[in-house]
Structure formats: structure tokens, C-alpha cells
């Protein structure tokens, strides 16, 4: 075995041990990574644990000032869920194997699907701000996190990505919905690795190529979720339109960001339930 995945392999299965010892034997079914809009969503977990990040071997230190992130171990609703309130992004500098090493512990602790949510700017013209939108598939302009040696424990060297954002989970989404009165659209994220909002010609490019919406996240941890064979589901909270000529009120995206937290905490929540 190469000296670079060894080295990856062994980050995953000490950090992984690590966290076993902290919560004994409670074995989370579901991961959630809570990305804009889902703080709600935090604090309807009945905790079991915490684990502030820089308690956590091999997590790099967070470069956004004030957001300590940390892992909440708990249950919603009669269910056992690790929940990550804040990620790593690419932009702030970390390598794709920092960026995803939270969802591969999270594969090590044994969940059994993937739940993340993230805010993105539309570029379909057809969505307004506030919206969620169930992401049905991605378009990944951020180096792939699966690039070097292949860590056969964990999956294939060429992962399969049809049914990325699983089927059966955006059908259970869409009947939820319409028991709960919540609009939904649907689309493609195209991830791409900001830190820049795009330009109005990279919106019309992202919007030719097939996107709905633009982001910095996500893509990277769908990727080696689905390279472990790992269900996800994912929603967006739509907080900018990337093609109007209308330069976005600030106060308004926040309120409109707080309205849909709170139809996608209620979403995410019945989705757990019936896991
Ligand atoms: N582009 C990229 N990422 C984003 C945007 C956007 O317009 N809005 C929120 N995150």
C-alpha cells in the first residue's frame, strides 16, 4: 500500500476510534450536516454528546472567526443521529482529504445515509429567494476529493454516480412536503470552489451547462459518501438569484433564510423520523 494512503486510512480509523471512546456505544443511523439554515435543527437534537472540532485528531483548526464548529451526538425524534453544526469548505484553504475527512468518520461510525443541507444562489430563473430546492443531482467544478490512491476499504477506484442524491429519499421528500404544505423545487447544484460569487457570465455559463444553482460546498462530501455506497439526501436554501439585475436587500435574504430554516428543519426532521 502506498505511504499517502496509508497515512489517510490510518487519519480515518484513529480519528474514528477516537470518537467511539467519547460516546461509547451509541451508534449514530444517520449523519446530517447542517449548513445554512438548519441551526434549528441543532437544537431539536436531545444531545448525548459534543465534541467540539478541536478536541478531534486530524480535524483542521475552523478559519471563521467566531464559528467554532462542533459534532452533536444525540436523538431526534426516537432516532440516533451524529449532526455536524459547520464544515470545511475548500476555499478556506483545506485539502479535499481534510474537507471530507468528517463524512468518512462518519462512514467508519457506521450511518447508514447522508443528510446535508446548504444555501446556493439560483441561477433558474424560475426560483425565488428563500425556496428550497431538493438537490437532484450535481455538476462537480471543484477538484474531485477521490483523486490519489484509492482507499479500497472504502470503495471503488471508479465510484458509479447515478442515483447520487438517492431516489427513494426525494420521493419520501416530496410526499412530506405535500402533507406539510412546503414548496419545493428541484435541481442541480453545481459546486464550484468560490470564494467569489460568480460572475454574471459564470451564472450564465453554470445556467447552460445544466445548473439550477450555484454553491461552495457539499460536492465534496456527496462524492465520498457515494464512494462508501452511502444514501444522500440534500436540500438548498436558495439566498441569492445569481441572474437578476436586482442587487439582493440584504435584511430580506436573512428573513427569507430564517422562513425556509424553518421548512427545512420540519423536512429534514419527518425525513429522520422515518428513516
Ligand atoms: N454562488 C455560490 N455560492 C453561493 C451563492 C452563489 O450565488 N449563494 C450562496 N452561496
Given at each position: 500500500m502506498s505511504e499517502v494512503k496509508t497515512k489517510m486510512m490510518d487519519q480515518i480509523v484513529q480519528t474514528a476510534a477516537f470518537i467511539r471512546e467519547r460516546i461509547?456505544?451509541?451508534?449514530?443511523e444517520a449523519g446530517v450536516i447542517l449548513g445554512?439554515?438548519?441551526?434549528d435543527f441543532a437544537d431539536k437534537i436531545t444531545a448525548k454528546v459534543i465534541i467540539p472540532y478541536?478536541?478531534?485528531?486530524?480535524f483542521p483548526r475552523s478559519t471563521?472567526?467566531?464559528?467554532?464548529g462542533r459534532m452533536i451526538f444525540g436523538e431526534i425524534e426516537g432516532r440516533s443521529v451524529v449532526a455536524m453544526q459547520g464544515r470545511f469548505h475548500y476555499y478556506e484553504g483545506y485539502t479535499m482529504s481534510q474537507v471530507t475527512l468528517p463524512v468518512r468518520v462518519m462512514g467508519q461510525l457506521g450511518i447508514k445515509s447522508l443528510f446535508v443541507s446548504n444555501a446556493s444562489g439560483g441561477i433558474n430563473t424560475s426560483f425565488r429567494v428563500g425556496d428550497l430546492m431538493i438537490i437532484t443531482d450535481h455538476i462537480n467544478?471543484?477538484?474531485?476529493?477521490?483523486?490519489?490512491?484509492?482507499?479500497d476499504e472504502l470503495g471503488p477506484r471508479f465510484p458509479d454516480m447515478h442515483n447520487c442524491y438517492d431516489k427513494d429519499l426525494i420521493a419520501r421528500a416530496t410526499r412530506i412536503a405535500e402533507e406539510e404544505g412546503i414548496k419545493l423545487q428541484y435541481g442541480v447544484y453545481v459546486g464550484g470552489t468560490g470564494p467569489t460569487f460568480e460572475t454574471q457570465a459564470e451564472y450564465r455559463y453554470f445556467k447552460a451547462i445544466g445548473g439550477d444553482t450555484a454553491g461552495m460546498s457539499t460536492v465534496p462530501e456527496v462524492i465520498v459518501a457515494r464512494h462508501m455506497s452511502i444514501p444522500v439526501f440534500g436540500v438548498s436554501v436558495i439566498?441569492?438569484?445569481?441572474?437578476?439585475d436586482e442587487v439582493g436587500d440584504h435584511e430580506d435574504v436573512q428573513l427569507q433564510g430564517r422562513k425556509a430554516g424553518i421548512r427545512m428543519e420540519k423536512l429534514f426532521r419527518r425525513m429522520i423520523q422515518e428513516l
Open positions: 461509547g456505544d451509541f451508534a449514530p445554512t439554515g438548519l441551526g478541536e478536541e478531534i485528531p486530524g471563521v472567526q467566531g464559528h467554532a467544478l471543484m477538484p474531485n476529493p477521490l483523486i490519489g490512491p484509492n482507499l439566498t441569492n438569484c445569481g441572474l437578476s
